[in-house]
């Protein structure tokens, strides 16, 4: 039994080290004012060669955000989208402002605008991707998630993975399908 003990311990030991690895803290927050139910198109919002970012500007992490929000029946499109997709790279740490608020799914059953908002403030580390939904209409933010700790001291095919896992575990807590969106449950 002994002997059972070492390996086991050892094994066990190697899956929470790489376990810990991938984890890093996920959050989102919306605006009471948010129109959740009636968004059906998207597209990213674009910047001036004068406002270029290189954080701002990132193919691995556009293509996993238009992936995931097309899954959810959302429709990229050039003519006045429902929403407008920014998104950012934080290299050093930081502290940044959330919000304590109800599920987003609760909320949106009473849509109450009125809603109070209780700050809080996050310490997010080094290698935070932010990703926020602007309603183009209004001209608002609604939504903002974001997950921080994603890279640090890695190479870039693994900066690539963990990124395209951020942005699902950022898009997580953003589970509205598109206005009109229908999931086959048939498996047609």
Do not use: H
Not at 56 to 69: D, F, T
Not at 98 to 106: F, K, L, R, T, V
């Amino acid at each position: 039994m002994k002997k059972l003990t070492l390996p086991l311990f050892i094994l066990l030991g190697l899956l929470t080290g790489c376990l810990g690895y991938n984890e890093y803290l996920v959050e989102s927050d919306y605006s009471y004012y948010g129109k959740f139910k009636n968004y059906k198109t998207f597209n990213f919002m674009t910047r001036s060669i004068s406002d270029y970012d290189s954080s701002m500007q990132n193919p691995v992490i556009e293509q996993a955000i238009k992936i995931r929000l097309q899954q959810q029946g959302y429709r990229m499109s050039d003519n006045k989208p429902n929403l407008l997709v920014s998104y950012k790279l934080f290299y050093e740490d930081f502290d940044f402002n959330g919000y304590n608020q109800p599920d987003i799914e609760d909320w949106v059953e009473i849509e109450d605008e009125e809603e109070e908002y209780d700050p809080v403030k996050y310490n997010l580390r080094e290698g935070t991707l932010l990703v926020l939904l602007f309603d183009r209409k209004r001209e608002k933010s609604i939504w903002q998630g974001y997950a921080s700790g994603v890279f640090g001291g890695m190479d870039q095919s693994q900066i690539d993975k963990n990124m395209r896992r951020a942005v699902r575990s950022i898009f997580d807590r953003y589970q509205f399908l598109a206005e009109g969106f229908v999931v086959d449950d048939e498996g047609d």
